[in-house]
């Protein structure tokens, strides 16, 4: 947990889209550990990561969602299981 932030805290999106780094996403479902959820910032936005990158992702694995026509893009972030 993030020294400031409790488990039931919220924190706004420009909290951490304005500083560049690696961030995770720790979720509980309970109180038990569920999964992790890792993302990069660059550049003030939330970069693709894994089969949603075209750049060495085949064709047929390619992940290409755009909500409303394109004009909202949206992440897909692996979960890796908790310790």
């Known amino acids: 947990m993030t020294?400031?932030?409790r488990w039931n805290s919220f924190f706004k999106a420009?909290?951490?889209?304005?500083?560049?780094?690696?961030?995770r996403i720790r979720l509980?479902?309970?109180g038990k550990p569920y999964g992790d959820y890792p993302f990069t910032i660059k550049?003030?936005?939330?970069?693709?990561?894994?089969r949603q990158v075209r750049?060495?992702?085949?064709?047929q694995d390619?992940?290409?969602d755009?909500?409303?026509?394109g004009r909202y893009?949206?992440?897909?972030?692996?979960?890796e299981l908790s310790r």
């Open 28 to 30: 509980a479902i309970d």
């Open 66 to 69: 755009h909500i409303s026509g």
């Open 55 to 59: 750049e060495g992702t085949d064709p």
């Open 43 to 50: 550049g003030g936005r939330i970069e693709l990561q894994g």
């Open 62 to 64: 390619y992940i290409t």
């Open 3 to 5: 020294a400031g932030y």
């Open 73 to 79: 893009t949206s992440w897909w972030l692996k979960r």
């Open 14 to 23: 420009g909290e951490i889209l304005g500083e560049d780094g690696a961030y």
